[in-house]
């Protein structure tokens, strides 16, 4: 009997997650895996790359978990720089060419098991000048890189990034790191529309705070480029703002074009849809995961696309286990995410108000002030919490928190309580940890759950 052969197609989180644990539990004499990676870097964190430009990182090597060398060196036939371009379904093979070498190098590779991690893309509107030198997009390393190298050759010091979600927020704070003269422009009525707009115009004020000049419900129609091909300007509600650099921060779409062309099945958010175990609904030699995936969201009951580490590397941890002969699932997720613009610390989990009402829920929201601390305690900062609670059953939908230092981890205890299901009346009887230097008497994520427990048990 031959030895099975595993092929990855993607070499970051996922796809080498899969492969490291599918080696672990099978040896190099029982599967042979194959893994292949456009770019020239695995395993490293995208979410690192606005730190790396703005200085709080040294270089890309800090962001590499594991080097391609110590995958090869664990019995991974990982081949860098090679596009696959094809998965031939019914022949269990894919095709695959030397990004450097062209066309003329491609070659098929047959497989018993298939994981595709093919991650995500960033948002590049149609619409003129975007092919202009300067303009960046900041998905990979290879992406982080040529931003750098941007900055370093820029005539000015004058920076329009286009987007106010997570990306677009951080690349910001990182270019005003850099000493650059930053407009945001936004689409929504607030930055970070993860969140409600009334939390949202929090992170407005401490963006301004920053020097930052932030310009909502604006849609960019235009980026003009100068006669040397770089580009000049974005031109947004037909105003035009100087740029010597534009970065994109519009958001990621799943990069799931040669799962299209295969046949595979996509969710309406243009991710594979796979079972709890990550195989590929109705293809048993099929697994996928990472940002080219949607999950189920464990509040609303449906399905989301939300594209983080975090959510990566267990997709990967799942399939390999699968793969390599063990068993184990993903049941899905509730949103959680974390970020900061300075020290302001920003967080949600579970649904927003809009979320909410397009999941058919009737819900009743609070919002509370409070401190990171005792208020008599040194160091004490404002924190203001939002939280979403469903009629007459009182069960927890959502939370939202910007504040200062020690705001934004504090989302964890609300996400533990989605994933358990409880209600915003068990939560006030949490025995959460207290001492004057961490925490009022009352944490400010119980203070927000008393709140909404007496406004339901008003109802």
């Given at each position: 009997m031959s030895m099975e052969r595993l092929v990855v197609i993607g070499g970051d989180a996922a796809g080498?997650?899969?492969?490291?644990?599918?080696?672990?539990?099978?040896?190099?004499?029982?599967?042979?895996?194959?893994?292949?990676?456009?770019?020239?870097?695995?395993?490293?964190?995208?979410?690192?790359?606005?730190?790396?430009?703005?200085?709080?990182?040294?270089?890309?090597?800090?962001?590499?978990?594991?080097?391609?060398?110590?995958?090869?060196?664990?019995?991974?036939?990982?081949?860098?720089?090679?596009?696959?371009?094809?998965?031939?379904?019914?022949?269990?093979?894919?095709?695959?060419?030397?990004?450097d070498s062209g066309a003329g190098s491609a070659y098929w590779t047959s497989y018993d098991k298939l994981v595709v991690a093919t991650g995500?893309?960033?948002?590049?509107?149609?619409?003129?000048?975007?092919?202009?030198?300067?303009?960046?997009?900041?998905?990979?390393?290879?992406?982080?890189?040529?931003?750098?190298?941007?900055?370093?050759?820029?005539?000015?010091?004058?920076?329009?990034?286009?987007?106010?979600?997570?990306?677009?927020?951080?690349?910001?704070?990182?270019?005003?790191?850099r000493g650059y003269e930053v407009t945001v422009l936004n689409r929504g009525g607030e930055p970070m529309s993860t969140l409600d707009p009334d939390m949202g115009r929090l992170v407005h004020d401490a963006m301004t705070g920053l020097g930052i000049t932030m310009v909502n419900d604006v849609e960019v129609t235009e980026l003009l480029a100068g006669e040397d091909g770089r580009v000049r300007a974005v031109v947004a509600k037909d105003t035009e703002y100087p740029a010597d650099v534009v970065v994109l921060g519009i958001g990621v779409r799943p990069e799931t074009a040669l799962a299209r062309a295969a046949g595979l099945p996509l969710g309406g958010h243009g991710g594979l849809l796979t079972d709890l175990a990550m195989r590929v609904r109705g293809h048993e030699e099929i697994w996928a995961g990472g940002d080219c995936v949607e999950v189920l969201d464990l509040v609303s009951g449906q399905e989301r696309y939300v594209p983080l580490g975090t959510h990566a590397n267990k997709h990967g941890q799942v399939i390999g286990a699968n793969v390599g002969g063990g068993y184990a699932t993903f049941p899905g997720v509730v949103g959680t995410a974390v970020s900061k613009v300075c020290d302001l610390e920003i967080a949600r989990t579970g649904l927003r108000e809009k979320d909410a009402r397009r999941a058919g829920l009737r819900y009743e929201s609070v919002t509370i002030e409070s401190t990171s601390r005792a208020g008599y305690y040194p160091g004490a900062s404002p924190m203001t919490v939002k939280m979403l609670a469903e009629r007459r059953t009182g069960r927890l939908l959502g939370v939202q928190i910007v504040g200062r230092e020690g705001a934004a981890k504090r989302v964890d205890i609300a996400a533990v309580a989605l994933t358990a299901g409880m209600t915003v009346e068990q939560m006030t009887a949490l025995d959460l940890g207290y001492a004057p230097p961490f925490s009022p008497v009352w944490d400010p994520v119980l203070v927000a759950a008393r709140k909404a427990a007496a406004k339901v048990r008003n109802l």
């Open positions: 080498m997650s899969a492969a490291s644990q599918a080696r672990r539990l099978r040896g190099p004499g029982e599967l042979e895996i194959v893994a292949f990676e456009r770019g020239h870097f695995t395993s490293y964190s995208a979410c690192g790359i606005p730190y790396w430009v703005g200085g709080d990182v040294a270089g890309p090597d800090e962001l590499i978990a594991r080097t391609p060398e110590e995958h090869r060196a664990r019995g991974i036939d990982l081949r860098l720089r090679t596009e696959v371009t094809e998965i031939d379904v019914a022949g269990r093979r894919v095709r695959a060419r030397d990004v995500a893309r960033p948002v590049r509107p149609d619409m003129p000048g975007m092919d202009a030198r300067g303009v960046h997009g900041v998905q990979t390393l290879d992406d982080g890189q040529a931003l750098l190298d941007t900055l370093s050759r820029a005539r000015g010091r004058r920076a329009v990034v286009v987007g106010a979600g997570y990306i677009g927020v951080e690349m910001a704070e990182a270019l005003i790191n």
